[in-house]
């Protein structure tokens, strides 16, 4: 007997692109994770270690970036400030657990729909620092003393 053949867009299965899939198709999934904690960051925005890197298979495609971290803040009155970072350029930021004093922990997911319009290797990142310097603030610890849970980044691209 013959198989039928399966057409999707008009092409066969094997011929199938990218470009020939509908707007708000999934294209691929990344994902990168952080077990550490890193130091406290006082004047200037630091690197996290939280990270991963995407190839978009066209420059019409949108990347939807979603990070959840635990932190903590220990003394003093602050919090933390994170930045969501496509490469250098900062694509949003935002203040996460304050404390007027004591301490507290929280965990926070921070999402952003990024249009990069390139087809080239880009790295998503989270960086941080301490909002004050009256403040003790940490990247990625849930409680003072305790392991750090694990942290992810998790990088969709989109069909455009």
Same mark, same amino acid.
């Given at each position: 007997?013959?198989?039928?053949?399966?057409?999707?867009?008009?092409?066969?299965?094997?011929?199938?692109?990218?470009?020939?899939?509908?707007?708000?198709?999934?294209?691929?999934?990344?994902?990168?994770?952080?077990?550490? /904690?890193?130091? !406290?960051?006082?004047?200037?925005?630091?690197?996290?270690?939280?990270?991963?890197? &995407?190839?978009?298979?066209?420059?019409?495609?949108? *990347?939807?970036?979603?990070?959840?971290?635990?932190?903590?803040?220990?003394?003093?009155?602050?919090?933390? &400030?994170?930045? *969501? @970072?496509?490469?250098? /350029?900062?694509? @949003?930021?935002?203040?996460?657990?304050?404390?007027?004093?004591?301490? !507290?922990?929280?965990?926070?997911?921070?999402?952003?729909?990024?249009?990069?319009?390139?087809?080239?290797? *880009? !790295?998503?990142?989270?960086?941080?620092?301490?909002?004050?310097?009256?403040?003790?603030?940490?990247?990625? @610890?849930?409680? /003072?003393?305790?392991?750090?849970?694990?942290?992810? &980044?998790?990088? /969709?691209? &989109?069909?455009?």
């Amino acid at each position: 007997t013959d198989m039928a053949l399966i057409k999707l867009n008009n092409q066969s299965l094997s011929a199938v692109t990218s470009a020939g899939l509908p707007s708000g198709t999934v294209l691929q999934v990344v994902q990168g994770t952080l077990t550490a /904690t890193p130091s !406290t960051a006082l004047t200037s925005f630091q690197d996290s270690g939280l990270f991963a890197s &995407i190839t978009p298979t066209s420059t019409s495609s949108k *990347i939807l970036v979603i990070a959840d971290f635990a932190s903590s803040s220990t003394t003093g009155n602050g919090g933390l &400030i994170v930045n *969501i @970072m496509r490469d250098s /350029t900062q694509l @949003m930021y935002r203040g996460v657990n304050y404390s007027n004093s004591g301490s !507290t922990t929280g965990n926070t997911t921070l999402c952003h729909l990024d249009e990069p319009s390139t087809t080239s290797a *880009i !790295t998503y990142k989270v960086q941080y620092l301490a909002q004050s310097a009256l403040s003790t603030a940490y990247f990625n @610890m849930s409680f /003072t003393g305790y392991a750090a849970p694990t942290a992810h &980044i998790t990088l /969709t691209e &989109i069909a455009g």
